[in-house]
């Protein structure tokens, strides 16, 4: 039997959609197949709990392509339609309902779930979790009357739902286990920053606690934390992480560890199957090691690289982690990565209090990652400018508003505002 030509996509997410779109731009004619679990052609999530949830964006601004592009470029999607299997021998991906797609290249875009609350009453109506545009929906129509929230975890997702909440009047708790939000994102000098910004704007923010438990009588009504406290809730919104989807990887005996396996250009161990976005755990060559990123730049970045390469052009996927938030009269953009404990020091420059400035995390002297507060005029691009530097900074020059951050690059200035 003659081999398939076909390209099969499974994910019509971000990476999904932004990889068939990088395949008919770089000349491939063959069949392109884009297989996705949701019956919503591909979109994009931030504003799921930013501009969506708050209802300043409505739904056809989330779409990746309007519908018809994928018509005019023959792209074929499959939505509401669950792959099943991968039967690596026989090149084919197997549906829900037994249809088998025979592939020459497979990209697997499957992305990441929601993790759940496992503890008693962790079932009712009325908690929510937020990954899909219907999860965005119904915790709108769930906070957009008041009430009484409660928010379990600091990290992104929990904290731009508990902004959202507020901006709607809500009474809103947010419950954290350790001592600062976003601690693992920003570490404890820059989470802290957000834990004032949130108890400003009348956020009960209470760290150092669990969720033991959640009662009510088919619907929530409390929250119940380890120091034995009860608050009560018309609402739980879940924030506590997403898991990669590697099953079909799993199933297939693709190497899946924290994700799929792959190398920096996306492939896994099998010469003919690809993974991007939030359920790849991809080698990055410029930090030596494999990180797995569930922000949308890198399903932005990622798809169309894994593309070409399917194609057999040489390319890696190297660019610089990326994530924004807006959160109350904050904006900000973050660049970098760095490991639990990989920084020495925090520096910042500008006015904490008027939320605005930067903020660069140092290593030996050396930005490892930055970000801006409500410093749009120069953005991102002199930050990530000083982390491909790896050139060493003077901390109480870089401190120093009076010195351009081009000044922090010897002998040339790779930004210019």
Request: aromatic fraction near 6%; charged fraction near 25%; include cysteine.
């Amino acid at each position: 039997m003659a081999k398939s030509r076909t390209y099969v996509i499974v994910g019509a997410s971000l990476a999904g959609a932004k990889a068939a779109e990088a395949l008919r731009e770089n000349g491939c004619s063959e069949r392109i197949v884009l297989v996705g679990a949701e019956a919503e052609p591909p979109y994009e999530r931030p504003a799921l709990s930013k501009g969506y949830l708050s209802g300043k964006e409505d739904r056809a601004t989330l779409a990746v392509h309007d519908e018809r592009w994928y018509a005019d470029n023959a792209v074929e999607l499959l939505l509401g339609r669950r792959a099943t299997r991968v039967d690596r021998a026989a090149h084919e991906v197997e549906l829900d309902g037994g249809e088998r797609i025979g592939y020459a290249k497979l990209l697997l875009t499957t992305g990441s779930s929601a993790r759940r609350l496992h503890v008693p009453g962790g079932d009712l109506d009325g908690v929510h979790h937020l990954r899909r545009v219907e999860d965005s929906t119904r915790l709108r129509e769930a906070i957009r009357g008041g009430g009484q929230v409660v928010v379990v975890g600091a990290g992104w997702i929990g904290l731009e739902v508990a902004a959202a909440a507020r901006r709607y009047g809500c009474a809103v708790t947010v419950i954290q286990p350790s001592a600062t939000p976003l601690r693992a994102a920003l570490g404890p000098e820059m989470g802290g920053l957000f834990a004032q910004l949130h108890r400003r704007h009348g956020v009960d923010l209470r760290t150092g606690h669990g969720v033991t438990g959640l009662r009510g009588n088919g619907r929530v009504s409390a929250v119940v934390t380890d120091d034995g406290a009860e608050t009560p809730a018309d609402a739980v919104i879940v924030g506590i992480g997403a898991r990669p989807d590697t099953e079909l990887a799993e199933h297939a005996q693709l190497s899946v560890d924290n994700g799929i396996v792959v190398d920096e250009s996306l492939r896994t161990e099998d010469p003919d199957i690809y993974a991007a976005g939030d359920v790849a755990n991809s080698f990055h060559p410029w930090y030596g090691r494999r990180i797995r990123v569930e922000h949308w730049a890198n399903a932005l970045r990622g798809g169309p690289v894994a593309a070409r390469a399917m194609l057999g052009q040489r390319v890696v996927h190297d660019g610089l982690p990326y994530f924004f938030t807006d959160q109350y009269e904050l904006g900000m953009e973050f660049s970098g990565w760095f490991a639990p404990g990989g920084y020495d020091t925090v520096v910042t420059r500008g006015d904490l209090d008027g939320l605005a400035f930067h903020a660069f995390w140092l290593a030996d002297n050396r930005v490892v990652a930055g970000m801006h507060v409500n410093q749009w005029d120069e953005g991102i691009a002199p930050i990530q400018d000083l982390i491909h530097s790896r050139q060493p900074v003077d901390p109480n020059r870089l401190a120093d508003t009076a010195t351009p951050l081009a000044d922090h690059l010897t002998g040339r200035t790779v930004y210019s505002p």
